[in-house]
C-alpha cells in the first residue's frame, strides 16, 4: 500500500480551512505508517477533540474519537488491552496540554508503547481561536485581545522531562525531517512524541498578521533552528532572536515501556 490508501476517500473532501497545515502532518503521519509496514487491523488511531483530533476520521483503520484532553487515557487503556496493536495519537495544542495536560505528563512517565504526534497551531482553532497552553507572549487571540501576557509551555521539553523515550520537533514546512521523525518515533519503544508546529492562517494568522499562509509558512521556517545550532549558539554567548524555537531530535533513550509488544 502506499500512504493515500490509507485514506476514508468516502470522508473526502475533509473540513479543514483552505492553508491549514493539519493535511500536512496527516500525509507525513501515514508515509511513516508506511515505511513501517504497519498493517491497518494492527493499527488504531485515537484522538480528542479539536481541528487536529478529525484526523483519525479520514484514517481507514479502527480508531477512537475521545472526549476532549483524554486520548492519551484512551490510547493507554487500547495499549495494555492489546499490547500487539500499533498506537497512533492525533492531538493538538490545547487538547494535549491544557484540559489533558495531567494525562500527558503521566503517559510520558509512565512510557506508555505509542507515538504521540502534536499539531501545535499556538491557539483553540476549532473553538474560536481563545488562547492556548502555547499561545506566545504578546499574541494575539480572542482571549488575549491585548497580547498573551503569560508563558508559553514548551510541549517538547515538557515531554523529555516527564520521561517519553523520543521526543522531537518539526514544523509542517520541514516534511521530508518529520516524516522520518514520526518513524524514528514509531521504530522506539515507550512513548515517542513528535511536536509539529503547524499554520492556522483562519484563527491564528488573522489576529497576528499572518494571515498569507505563505506568511505563515515562511515564519514557521525562519524561526526554527536546529537543537544543535541553537546550544552552541547558547554555549557560545551569541543572542537568539525573538520567536526561535529549537527543531531537530530532542531526546532518544531506552526507559522501560509500559504496554510494549511481548
Known amino acids: 500500500m502506499?500512504?493515500?490508501?490509507?485514506?476514508?476517500?468516502?470522508?473526502?473532501?475533509?473540513?479543514?480551512?483552505?492553508?491549514?497545515?493539519?493535511?500536512?502532518?496527516?500525509?507525513?503521519?501515514?508515509?511513516?505508517?508506511?515505511?513501517m509496514g504497519w498493517k491497518r487491523n494492527e493499527t488504531v488511531f485515537i484522538s480528542g477533540i479539536g481541528c487536529s483530533s478529525r484526523a483519525p476520521g479520514y484514517i481507514l483503520t479502527?480508531?477512537?474519537?475521545?472526549?476532549?484532553?483524554?486520548?492519551?487515557?484512551?490510547?493507554?487503556?487500547?495499549?495494555?488491552a492489546r499490547p500487539d496493536f500499533n498506537i497512533v495519537v492525533f492531538t493538538g495544542d490545547g487538547d494535549l496540554a491544557a484540559i489533558?495536560?495531567?494525562?500527558?505528563?503521566?503517559?510520558?512517565?509512565?512510557?506508555v508503547d505509542m507515538t504521540v504526534v502534536c499539531m501545535n497551531n499556538l491557539?483553540?482553532?476549532?473553538t474560536g481561536g481563545q488562547g492556548s497552553p502555547t499561545t506566545p507572549p504578546g499574541a494575539f487571540s480572542t482571549t488575549t485581545p491585548y497580547g498573551s501576557s503569560e508563558p508559553?509551555?514548551?510541549?517538547?521539553?515538557?515531554?523529555?522531562?516527564?520521561?517519553?523515550?523520543?521526543?522531537?520537533?518539526w514544523t509542517s514546512y520541514h516534511v521530508k525531517e518529520l516524516t522520518k521523525a514520526i518513524t524514528a518515533g514509531m521504530q522506539t519503544p515507550g512513548l515517542a512524541f513528535v511536536e509539529v508546529r503547524t499554520q492556522c492562517p483562519t484563527n491564528y494568522g488573522r489576529h497576528n498578521?499572518?494571515?498569507?499562509?505563505?506568511?505563515?509558512?515562511?515564519?514557521?521556517?525562519?524561526?526554527?533552528?536546529?537543537?544543535?545550532k541553537y546550544n552552541r549558539t547558547v554555549a557560545e554567548g551569541r543572542p537568539i532572536p525573538d520567536g526561535t524555537f529549537t527543531v531537530g531530535e530532542l531526546v532518544r533513550r531506552s526507559r522501560p515501556a509500559m504496554g510494549a509488544r511481548r
Request: a positive charge; charged letters at 20%; aromatic letters at 8%.
Open 152 to 169: 508559553a509551555f514548551d510541549l517538547a521539553e515538557l515531554a523529555v522531562a516527564a520521561g517519553a523515550n523520543y521526543v522531537a520537533r
Open 209 to 228: 498578521k499572518l494571515r498569507r499562509v505563505s506568511d505563515m509558512i515562511e515564519y514557521l521556517r525562519s524561526h526554527a533552528m536546529l537543537v544543535e
Open 62 to 80: 479502527d480508531s477512537l474519537h475521545t472526549t476532549h484532553g483524554r486520548a492519551l487515557a484512551f490510547a493507554t487503556g487500547v495499549k495494555l
Open 2 to 35: 502506499t500512504a493515500p490508501d490509507w485514506l476514508r476517500k468516502d470522508r473526502l473532501p475533509h473540513i479543514y480551512c483552505t492553508g491549514c497545515g493539519n493535511g500536512t502532518v496527516i500525509n507525513c503521519t501515514l508515509a511513516a505508517v508506511e515505511e
Open 100 to 111: 489533558g495536560g495531567n494525562h500527558f505528563i503521566h503517559a510520558c512517565r509512565r512510557n
Open 123 to 126: 491557539i483553540y482553532g476549532m
